[in-house]
């Protein structure tokens, strides 16, 4: 990808997970293997003097993920974003997962919006059943719901689509002076 610098995970037991960020942002990527067997990059990205805390996962399809510690978090400029492997019919499965039902239930409790619903894009073409489904998802904290554009993106060579997930830069304010005589100190 032109223009972005790979910040790939090199933890021994990573499973292939890459977060990007665009050479003009500054940011530093860790890897955070509180919730193994699930990878998770953890970056922080610094753009216009705000901090951004972007979380990159990766679930196996086996493993039921319950991000426990985002249980005791208020998030603030945070997005998840990755191949959870949750199933729901929230998101165009016929049936849940314990990995859906947790995130589900954070979703419901925290600040947290899952931006994918069945009417999004798929991002997966299960080559052995033939079928399209949305393992990858989006997860944002409230603040940023209406600032944020996502997209799937055309195939870069994988089973999965990738989704570019965009935040709008926040409008810097200016304020037209209005010009006022004080017709005390006039002449």
Not at 4 to 9: A, R, S
Not at 70 to 81: G, H, R, S, V
Request: hydrophobic letters at 30%; aromatic letters at 8%; charged letters at 20%.
């Amino acid at each position: 990808m032109t223009g972005y610098t790979p910040h790939p995970c090199k933890c021994k037991n990573c499973q292939g997970v890459v977060t990007y960020i665009r050479n003009d942002k500054h940011g530093e990527v860790k890897a955070n293997s509180v919730a193994r067997p699930t990878d998770i990059l953890e970056a922080t990205v610094w753009f216009q003097d705000r901090k951004y805390t972007i979380l990159n996962i990766y679930n196996p399809p086996a493993n039921n993920y319950n991000p426990a510690r985002l249980n005791d978090t208020e998030f603030y400029q945070t997005i998840l974003a990755g191949d959870f492997n949750g199933h729901s019919p929230l998101w165009g499965y016929k049936d849940h997962n314990k990995t859906s039902e947790a995130l589900e239930n954070i979703s419901h409790t925290k600040n947290l919006i899952i931006l994918q619903d069945r009417h999004s894009p798929p991002t997966l073409l299960h080559r052995a059943h033939n079928t399209l489904s949305r393992p990858d998802l989006t997860i944002l904290s409230s603040d940023l719901h209406h600032k944020h554009n996502i997209q799937v993106l055309d195939d870069i060579g994988s089973d999965h689509l990738p989704i570019l997930t965009t935040l709008y830069e926040p409008c810097s304010r200016k304020f037209e002076r209005k010009t006022r005589w004080n017709f005390k100190k006039a002449n």
